[in-house]
């Protein structure tokens, strides 16, 4: 790797175990900020934010997420929702609201923090018990869902680019 300003985007590793240490609201805006750079479908920028810092919400989420279970140790969880009013296409609202988490993702491992990415959309039932515990309005979906916190775990950095995959001007 020869440009350290592209390395932190090689090196981000999902990360399910997180010191007790709280994340400080300055730290919650640079992600936060990040995500809200994200590109998107005609510029619309169809995303909102829930930031989840209450023990008793992560909690319940743990419970509700089948793979969120290291949120009852994550001091930090972002809920990424799309807005039906701002961009009325389903599927456009989960490609721009991925753009917004990827780059949430990459500014939390940028700022020393760790994250996973959990999945909420397509899945009908995720979708509906989230936006029943959050009282979503009809017209918010909850897309993604991102659990942070200080890493209390490092991940192996495995070679991931593959020439095989690489196609020009045809397959």
Request: with cysteine; glycine share 4%.
């Given at each position: 790797m020869e440009?350290?300003?592209?390395?932190f985007i090689l090196t981000r590793r999902s990360i399910r175990k997180y010191t007790p240490e709280s994340i400080s609201e300055k730290d919650i805006e640079l992600l936060l900020k990040a995500a809200s750079y994200a590109p998107s479908a005609n510029n619309y920028q169809p995303w909102h934010f829930i930031v989840i810092t209450e023990r008793e919400i992560l909690d319940?989420?743990?419970v509700v997420h089948p793979y969120a279970k290291m949120l009852k140790h994550a001091?930090?969880?972002i809920l990424i929702c799309g807005d039906s009013n701002?961009?009325?296409?389903?599927?456009?609202?989960?490609?721009?609201?991925?753009a917004a988490t990827e780059n949430l993702l990459l500014a939390a491992h940028a700022i020393g923090l760790g994250g996973v990415w959990l999945g909420v959309y397509p899945?009908?039932?995720r979708m509906?018990?989230?936006?029943e515990?959050?009282?979503?309005?009809?017209?918010?979906?909850p897309m993604t869902?991102?659990?942070?916190?200080?890493?209390?775990?490092?991940?192996?950095?495995?070679?991931?680019?593959?020439k095989e995959k690489i196609h020009y001007n045809s397959w």
């Open positions: 440009n350290n300003n592209y390395e319940k989420l743990s001091p930090l969880a701002i961009q009325e296409i389903l599927g456009y609202q989960a490609v721009d609201c991925s899945r009908e039932q509906k018990d989230i936006k515990l959050f009282s979503l309005p009809e017209n918010i979906n869902l991102v659990s942070i916190g200080h890493p209390a775990e490092t991940r192996p950095f495995p070679e991931r680019f593959n």
